[in-house]
Protein backbone atom coordinates (compact mmCIF):
# COMPACT_ATOMS: atom_id res chain seq x y z
CA UNK A 1 0.00 0.00 0.00
CA UNK A 2 1.32 3.83 -1.10
CA UNK A 3 1.46 6.27 1.30
CA UNK A 4 1.28 9.76 1.13
CA UNK A 5 1.67 12.57 3.60
CA UNK A 6 -0.54 15.47 4.59
CA UNK A 7 -0.04 18.30 7.03
CA UNK A 8 -2.92 18.44 9.56
CA UNK A 9 -3.87 20.97 11.39
CA UNK A 10 -5.95 20.54 14.23
CA UNK A 11 -7.73 22.67 17.20
CA UNK A 12 -5.94 21.95 20.00
CA UNK A 13 -8.45 20.30 22.05
CA UNK A 14 -9.43 18.12 19.47
CA UNK A 15 -5.81 16.70 19.06
CA UNK A 16 -5.82 16.36 23.10
CA UNK A 17 -9.06 13.91 22.84
CA UNK A 18 -7.62 11.95 19.62
CA UNK A 19 -4.06 11.69 20.80
CA UNK A 20 -6.15 10.29 24.34
CA UNK A 21 -8.50 8.07 22.63
CA UNK A 22 -5.81 6.39 20.64
CA UNK A 23 -3.82 5.66 23.99
CA UNK A 24 -7.21 4.18 24.89
CA UNK A 25 -7.09 1.82 21.99
CA UNK A 26 -3.09 1.37 21.97
CA UNK A 27 -2.29 3.01 18.90
CA UNK A 28 -0.31 6.28 17.34
CA UNK A 29 -2.50 9.54 16.74
CA UNK A 30 -1.11 8.71 12.81
CA UNK A 31 -2.59 5.15 13.20
CA UNK A 32 -5.73 6.42 14.86
CA UNK A 33 -6.62 9.40 12.73
CA UNK A 34 -6.12 7.17 9.52
CA UNK A 35 -8.60 4.62 10.40
CA UNK A 36 -11.24 7.25 12.03
CA UNK A 37 -10.41 8.96 8.22
CA UNK A 38 -11.28 5.52 6.82
CA UNK A 39 -14.29 5.11 8.75
CA UNK A 40 -15.99 8.10 7.03
CA UNK A 41 -15.11 6.88 3.40
CA UNK A 42 -16.81 3.73 4.63
CA UNK A 43 -19.70 5.45 6.46
CA UNK A 44 -20.51 7.81 3.48
CA UNK A 45 -19.54 4.79 0.60
CA UNK A 46 -21.82 2.71 2.48
CA UNK A 47 -24.91 5.47 2.52
CA UNK A 48 -24.38 6.55 -0.90
CA UNK A 49 -24.78 2.55 -2.09
CA UNK A 50 -27.65 2.38 0.20
CA UNK A 51 -29.46 5.53 -1.27
CA UNK A 52 -28.66 4.54 -4.78
CA UNK A 53 -30.19 1.03 -4.28
CA UNK A 54 -33.50 2.46 -2.79
CA UNK A 55 -34.31 5.16 -4.38
CA UNK A 56 -33.02 3.34 -8.25
CA UNK A 57 -34.19 5.90 -10.73
CA UNK A 58 -36.58 8.08 -8.65
CA UNK A 59 -36.10 11.83 -9.23
CA UNK A 60 -37.26 14.87 -7.45
CA UNK A 61 -40.27 15.55 -8.86
CA UNK A 62 -41.30 11.90 -8.47
CA UNK A 63 -41.24 12.89 -4.82
CA UNK A 64 -42.80 15.82 -5.15
CA UNK A 65 -45.69 14.59 -7.12
CA UNK A 66 -46.11 12.30 -3.84
CA UNK A 67 -46.08 15.10 -1.61
CA UNK A 68 -49.02 16.71 -3.50
CA UNK A 69 -51.36 13.72 -2.34
CA UNK A 70 -50.47 14.61 1.29
CA UNK A 71 -53.82 16.24 2.68
CA UNK A 72 -53.13 19.52 4.01
CA UNK A 73 -54.54 19.17 7.63
CA UNK A 74 -53.22 20.25 10.80
CA UNK A 75 -50.97 17.72 13.29
CA UNK A 76 -51.63 15.47 15.81
CA UNK A 77 -52.06 16.62 19.05
CA UNK A 78 -48.46 16.70 20.33
CA UNK A 79 -46.87 16.83 16.57
CA UNK A 80 -46.88 20.40 16.32
CA UNK A 81 -44.09 22.64 16.09
CA UNK A 82 -42.42 24.19 19.15
CA UNK A 83 -43.44 27.58 19.68
CA UNK A 84 -40.96 29.94 17.50
CA UNK A 85 -39.74 27.47 15.21
CA UNK A 86 -37.54 28.40 12.20
CA UNK A 87 -36.49 25.93 9.85
CA UNK A 88 -32.73 26.03 9.38
CA UNK A 89 -31.46 23.94 6.80
CA UNK A 90 -28.48 21.75 7.66
CA UNK A 91 -24.95 22.18 5.57
CA UNK A 92 -23.35 19.46 5.81
CA UNK A 93 -19.85 19.74 5.83
CA UNK A 94 -20.31 23.08 8.05
CA UNK A 95 -19.26 23.31 11.26
Known sequence: ????????KLPASLKREAQRLAKDDGVSLNQWISIAVAQQITAHETTAAFLRRFAGDARPEDMLALLAKVPDVDPLSGDELPEGYQYRPKVFGAV
Open 1 to 8: MSKSSYPL
